[in-house]
């Protein structure tokens, strides 16, 4: 039974103010509720409609606590914003939409009316924060593995050289003729090339990062990197020219990490340049007899004594940047058998350029 006609001319004058109601309500970007302490929800805005799928009459026929996707954590939560002079700030919960697909939110929350036990939710959909939180810590681990896996491989090869190196020493030195002495020998070198192909397959570059490839046009996948990028370039008044070959360039990629490795040079590229005065190239066709693909920008450039350590995890010559982007880049592209060349010059701009 919800208590609507109970509420106070104090709350009334909140809720039907049309200036106020469409400035905290049809304005917002944020999920908003205004509920009571016996569990009924008074009203809701369109966001919380459109995030959660549930329509206005809907959310006025439930309890607040279904809202969340734990109950007895929803129930916790209007015990916690029901006791006297209570109020929550920027705690992290989960809601659940009518089909049943969680949405982490941030959460506030206040008394709007202590006579009425009445109070008002403000909620923050974080899953575009959470989902790139993830994308970031799964790039680093994809970091990590390939740096781990090459230094693994270098470390198991070394010896399997040395054994290599001692079976054509044996084959030298030992009579030819001796079946058995060839028996063993032939066993101890087709071991050793085998385990050296299992260290190949399982921890190459390829297989660290679990390729699907399949046939794709450059010039289409470099078209939808600028146009995923369109709106920060925008944002910054920065200039960018495409252009691209006329013939079409397939060749055999796994197109969301070549999206992810192209992403990063634009980024890398939109973030050097000077906003308003900033200029982006990308073309793409053939330079020393390869197909290539070209990114150059106007900006600050890099010291010729950093450009050996562009790669390294965590080091940037950008401010307040955590330096994974190209380390990535070189991951991806040399799974890939890419082979990336890097000019630049202080004061006057970079150029990437990209060999397949």
Known sequence: MHQKDNICPSLRSIIMNEDIYRLAYMRSHDIIFIADCNHNIIDANPVACHTLGFS?????????????????????FLKDICKPNSRISHLEYEFITESGRPVPVLLNADKIDEESDTFMVVAKNVSDYKREKENQFTKKEMVTLGKMAQNIAHDLKNPLNNIFLGLHQFRSVLPQDDEEVSFYLNFLEKNSRRLNDLISDSLSLEAILQL?????????????????????????????NLDLSDQPM??????????????NLIVNAIESVPEEDGIIYIRTGEKKGKSALVISDNGSGIPSTDIKNIYDPYFSTKSNKRGLGLTNTEQILNAHEVEMEIQSELGKGSTFTLYF
């Open 56 to 76: 206005k009459e809907g959310f006025l026929s439930m309890h607040l606590s279904q809202v969340f996707s734990d109950r007895n954590i929803g129930n916790q």
């Open 212 to 240: 699907h490839k399949e046939q794709h046009d450059l010039n289409e996948l470099v078209n939808e990197a600028a146009n995923n990028a369109k709106e920060k370039i925008s944002r910054s008044n920065i200039i960018l």
């Open 250 to 263: 397939p060749f055999a990629l796994d197109k969301e990490k070549i999206l992810m490795a192209l992403d």
